[in-house]
């Protein structure tokens, strides 16, 4: 990640700080609770454990200049939401009475070696991370002694993590929260002069995208009742870009940051909405949230290499940057595409059929690396989890090497899911005067059309970047080649393993078995609708 030595903020809090925490009879001073992506006290497995052990805590959230300084992959929307979360969890901990959250700056492990060297004992929530992340916990655990705390209903240190994996989800879903007493602890905390207004100050976080919600607990809870009312309209609404803005449950960014566990929900749910199909699509995300986060768990490789070896260099040679600035500001000339990008930067959401639409254009019609493509997501979605975004992104690609190759034609996402054109004369105004009927293709309107609604394609708006139908064929021919391959290197154990497929090593192995042409899925049959992302 490189230096420290460059962040406008100093590392705090100080040595002497820590240690003015210090009882006067040199008892073990407590524990410190080190908050990452969990911003909550209820059902919360590090929480819990500190409180059972020690009569003393101290809330820790550490301000990692990786993540807020250049180098770090989130817009400034996406950070001003994580702050919005700390404010809440902070609101949480006075709300029991307690001092509030510790805000820190710094290296992590700098910042809690300050607390070990005062004799704090640390505690954190297990949780999967990139190689980052996973270094840093590792040096958390091997130099600090801290304390990593299972919680999350996913599978660890098992020889083969996808055995019974949905019946171990299951019973975890089913499982009692942790709970702890806030009357049988102090909540401890240390001014550091570190706030979420200085952070933000110092690194120049400014909001400019638009509709970005409230982060927090308190804004996710009225979220999460207000969707399960409504829960009847989801499965009406997941596809469409207009309908999925308010019809889908909006709760994606408040899980990513932790302020809602997906137990909670899966609970709330199950006991409170109508039972029908809503209810039963909605909780089969809540499964498949936890899919893809094994996936992370049990390769952090997915973050940067293709899962099949076979695909690692594929599209690099193509690599176009005008093709690829095209495609991140909406200049295609494929008008469901770039009203999406436009979508997505405006405001830092899609949903999922438009994310999949617009990763399946990029990485199959543009023929461009997969990587570029995934973290220009990463960096503009407020939701942005890597367990999931990178997952996806790799899946629909067709990266793993599995039958089922999912091509999504723009022309035909604009007749099924705006047919009115509203969202696309939303997000491309150029293109607004034309008629309808002319918006899934609009280098084909006629000029006397174009003439009377001025609009001129090819200087209003462009005509289309590539031939879709060339594209489409010349990649089909392309991976189709590499196909065989693929499929037979999954079935190697390593390989399956990275795939971490929900049918485990056997469905691999069975996939290498039967290797063939893949199956060019156009994204409307059960599998589609089996992998469609949690939203």
């Given at each position: 990640m490189?230096?420290?030595?460059d962040?406008?903020?100093?590392?705090?809090p100080?040595?002497?700080?820590?240690?003015?925490?210090s009882?006067?009879?040199?008892?073990?001073?407590?524990?410190v609770v080190?908050?990452?992506?969990?911003?909550?006290?209820?059902?919360?497995?590090?929480?819990?454990a500190?409180?059972?052990?020690?009569?003393?805590?101290?809330?820790?959230?550490?301000f990692?200049?990786?993540?807020?300084?250049?180098?770090?992959?989130?817009?400034?929307?996406?950070?001003?939401?994580?702050?919005?979360?700390?404010?809440?969890?902070?609101?949480q901990?006075?709300?029991?009475?307690?001092?509030g959250l510790?805000?820190?700056?710094?290296?992590?492990i700098?910042?809690l070696?300050?607390?070990?060297?005062a004799?704090?004992?640390?505690?954190?929530?297990?949780?999967?991370t990139?190689?980052?992340?996973?270094?840093?916990d590792?040096?958390?655990?091997?130099?600090?002694g801290?304390?990593?705390?299972?919680g999350?209903?996913?599978v660890?240190?098992a020889?083969?993590p996808r055995?019974?994996w949905?019946?171990?989800?299951?019973?975890?879903?089913?499982?009692?929260?942790?709970?702890?007493?806030?009357?049988?602890?102090?909540?401890e905390?240390?001014?550091?002069?570190?706030?979420?207004?200085?952070v933000?100050?110092?690194?120049?976080?400014e909001?400019?995208?638009?509709?970005?919600?409230?982060?927090?607990?308190?804004?996710?809870r009225?979220?999460?009742?207000?969707?399960?009312?409504?829960?009847a309209?989801y499965?009406?609404?997941?596809s469409?870009?207009?309908?999925?803005r308010?019809?889908?449950?909006?709760l994606?960014?408040?899980?990513?940051?932790?302020?809602?566990?997906?137990?909670?929900v899966?609970?709330h749910?199950?006991?409170?909405a109508?039972?029908?199909r809503?209810?039963?699509?909605?909780?089969?995300?809540?499964?498949?949230?936890?899919?893809?986060?094994?996936?992370?768990?049990?390769?952090?490789?997915?973050?940067?290499?293709?899962?099949?070896?076979?695909?690692?260099e594929?599209?690099?040679?193509?690599?176009d940057?005008?093709?690829?600035?095209?495609?991140?500001?909406?200049?295609?000339?494929?008008?469901?595409?770039?009203?999406?990008?436009?979508?997505?930067?405006?405001?830092?959401?899609?949903?999922?059929?438009?994310r999949?639409?617009?990763a399946s254009?990029?990485?199959?019609?543009?023929?461009q690396?997969w990587?570029?493509?995934?973290?220009?997501?990463?960096?503009?979605?407020?939701?942005?989890?890597?367990?999931?975004?990178?997952?996806?992104?790799?899946?629909?690609?067709?990266?793993?090497?599995?039958?089922?190759?999912?091509l999504?034609?723009?022309?035909k996402?604009?007749?099924d899911?705006?047919?009115?054109?509203?969202?696309?004369?939303?997000?491309v105004?150029?293109?607004?005067?034309?008629?309808?009927?002319?918006?899934?293709?609009?280098?084909k309107?006629?000029?006397?059309v174009?003439?009377e609604?001025?609009?001129?394609?090819?200087?209003?708006y462009?005509?289309?970047?590539?031939?879709?139908?060339?594209?489409?064929?010349?990649?089909?021919?392309?991976?189709?080649?590499?196909y065989?391959?693929?499929?037979?290197?999954?079935?190697?154990?390593?390989i399956?393993?990275?795939?971490?497929?929900?049918?485990?090593?056997?469905?691999?192995?069975?996939i290498?078995?039967?290797?063939?042409?893949p199956?060019?899925?156009?994204?409307?049959?059960?599998?589609?609708?089996?992998?469609?992302?949690?939203?």
């Amino acid at each position: 990640m490189g230096s420290f030595a460059d962040a406008p903020l100093p590392v705090a809090p100080d040595a002497e700080a820590v240690r003015s925490l210090s009882r006067p009879d040199d008892a073990d001073p407590g524990t410190v609770v080190w908050h990452r992506s969990d911003l909550r006290i209820a059902d919360h497995p590090a929480v819990a454990a500190a409180a059972d052990e020690s009569d003393r805590i101290l809330p820790l959230f550490v301000f990692d200049p990786g993540f807020h300084d250049a180098r770090g992959a989130a817009c400034d929307a996406r950070i001003a939401f994580l702050h919005d979360c700390l404010r809440d969890l902070d609101r949480q901990y006075r709300d029991v009475d307690g001092a509030g959250l510790t805000y820190a700056h710094g290296d992590p492990i700098e910042v809690l070696s300050r607390f070990a060297d005062a004799g704090w004992d640390a505690v954190a929530s297990a949780t999967a991370t990139g190689r980052y992340g996973r270094r840093r916990d590792e040096r958390a655990r091997e130099r600090l002694g801290v304390e990593f705390v299972d919680g999350d209903g996913l599978v660890r240190d098992a020889d083969r993590p996808r055995a019974d994996w949905s019946d171990r989800v299951e019973a975890w879903l089913a499982a009692e929260p942790f709970d702890w007493d806030p009357r049988s602890v102090a909540v401890e905390r240390v001014e550091t002069g570190i706030t979420p207004e200085r952070v933000a100050d110092a690194y120049g976080v400014e909001l400019t995208k638009t509709r970005v919600p409230t982060g927090g607990r308190e804004a996710g809870r009225e979220r999460l009742h207000a969707f399960t009312e409504e829960i009847a309209e989801y499965p009406g609404s997941i596809s469409s870009p207009v309908d999925a803005r308010d019809g889908t449950s909006g709760l994606s960014p408040y899980l990513r940051f932790g302020c809602l566990s997906v137990r909670e929900v899966h609970r709330h749910v199950d006991e409170r909405a109508p039972d029908g199909r809503g209810k039963s699509m909605f909780v089969s995300r809540l499964y498949w949230n936890r899919h893809y986060t094994q996936k992370l768990l049990d390769w952090p490789g997915w973050l940067d290499r293709a899962v099949n070896p076979v695909y690692e260099e594929f599209n690099r040679d193509r690599h176009d940057p005008d093709l690829v600035a095209a495609w991140k500001d909406g200049e295609t000339g494929f008008p469901m595409v770039d009203a999406s990008m436009r979508c997505l930067r405006e405001t830092g959401w899609l949903n999922f059929r438009m994310r999949a639409l617009c990763a399946s254009v990029y990485f199959h019609i543009l023929q461009q690396p997969w990587r570029i493509g995934a973290d220009h997501f990463y960096e503009h979605l407020i939701d942005g989890d890597p367990a999931i975004n990178y997952t996806q992104w790799q899946s629909q690609c067709g990266l793993v090497g599995r039958p089922g190759l999912r091509l999504y034609d723009p022309r035909k996402q604009i007749r099924d899911q705006d047919p009115d054109g509203e969202f696309v004369s939303r997000w491309v105004p150029e293109l607004a005067p034309l008629p309808v009927a002319h918006l899934d293709a609009p280098e084909k309107t006629p000029l006397a059309v174009q003439r009377e609604v001025g609009v001129r394609i090819g200087e209003t708006y462009p005509y289309p970047v590539v031939d879709y139908e060339a594209a489409r064929s010349e990649f089909r021919e392309r991976y189709g080649a590499a196909y065989p391959a693929a499929a037979e290197r999954l079935g190697e154990e390593a390989i399956a393993r990275r795939a971490s497929l929900s049918g485990g090593i056997d469905a691999a192995e069975s996939i290498a078995a039967d290797h063939g042409e893949p199956d060019a899925d156009p994204g409307t049959g059960s599998a589609q609708a089996a992998l469609d992302e949690f939203e």
